[in-house]
């Protein structure tokens, strides 16, 4: 009967006449005025699990066909007119630290976390679990702190590409925690390039490797771009999360101007989604072209 204002408490519910799915598919359960996602429907039982509550009422309304059945409050379990409080929402955990807010796959991510007075003595390590927007991210510590309401646990960054997530910290029976002022609510993934190999090369047609953190297993949502003026790229051919694989499919359209060895800058993006186009175009004062086998650089008919 009590449970976070961010949703997550487990809430079994019994009576009679709650019909069955084997009824009526319209079938809806609430708290406090927000809807919860059920699990178990019987006619004498439901379970089901809170969402972040979005009114502030004061009654668990279930419904079967849109109506709303009678709360028994009264003596020996009659309708009376008693105030039938049937969920709090004030028993909510809270994350107190969090560090680091960024990094990579395998890097350990550090919570302090307080819970309501008197939640923390039946608490157990099973009952905390973390995700990483949808990923789960495993726990290796969990430390109740004598004195206080608080624990610490820890958990290991799993892998997924680039993103910035929230992070949910769900403690049971309560469900999801808030996080207390100045304490990051979301975590990021970095993109990062430790090395490329080979790291020379003519102009183009040399084929690369990038190792690193954060790829995306689909070549297409990267973009390489190379230089600083005239801006050439690397065609992502195969990737995941600790490697990218690309062609060097550019040249200076005057570097027959130019002698000797010369560095130039790499710039490695992520888009959200694969790109259906050339991302050459989106940037101001690119080239874009191609080569084709033997041919040298083509602007056209790529």
């Not at 069955?20 to 005025?33: D, F, I, K, N």
């Not at 350990?108 to 990923?135: A, D």
């Not at 702190?145 to 949910?168: K, M, R, W, Y």
Request: aromatic share 10%; hydrophobic share 35%.
């Amino acid at each position: 009967s009590i449970g976070s204002e961010r949703g997550g408490a487990i809430v079994t519910l019994r009576g009679v006449g709650f019909g069955s799915p084997a009824v009526t598919s319209q079938l809806m359960v609430a708290v406090l005025g927000t809807l919860g996602d059920w699990t178990i429907w019987t006619d004498t039982e439901v379970v089901f699990t809170t969402r972040q509550v979005t009114l502030n009422t004061d009654l668990v309304d279930l419904m079967v066909n849109l109506i709303t059945v009678e709360h028994k409050c009264g003596p020996a379990f009659t309708k009376g007119s008693c105030h039938y409080a049937a969920f709090q929402m004030d028993h909510t955990p809270t994350v107190m630290s969090l560090s680091p807010s960024a990094g990579r796959a395998g890097d350990s991510l550090e919570m302090n976390v307080r819970v309501p007075s008197g939640y923390l003595r039946p608490l157990r390590q099973e009952h905390v679990t973390v995700h990483l927007g949808e990923y789960l991210c495993p726990l290796v510590g969990f430390t109740k702190l004598a004195g206080t309401d608080t624990f610490d646990v820890s958990c290991t960054i799993p892998i997924f590409e680039a993103a910035t997530v929230d992070v949910l910290v769900r403690v049971l029976p309560l469900g999801y925690a808030n996080f207390s002022s100045g304490v990051s609510e979301t975590y990021t993934q970095s993109l990062v390039v430790d090395v490329m190999t080979p790291n020379y090369g003519s102009y183009g047609g040399r084929q690369v490797t990038m190792y690193g953190a954060g790829f995306s297993s689909v070549p297409q949502k990267h973009f390489v771009r190379i230089g600083s003026e005239n801006f050439g790229m690397c065609e992502p051919l195969a990737s995941n999360y600790s490697q990218l694989t690309c062609f060097m499919n550019w040249k200076y359209f005057d570097q027959d101007n130019k002698g000797g060895n010369e560095n130039y800058e790499v710039e490695l993006g992520l888009w959200d989604a694969e790109v259906s186009q050339d991302p050459m175009t989106v940037f101001d004062g690119a080239m874009t072209g191609c080569l084709r086998g033997n041919d040298d650089w083509n602007t056209n008919n790529c």
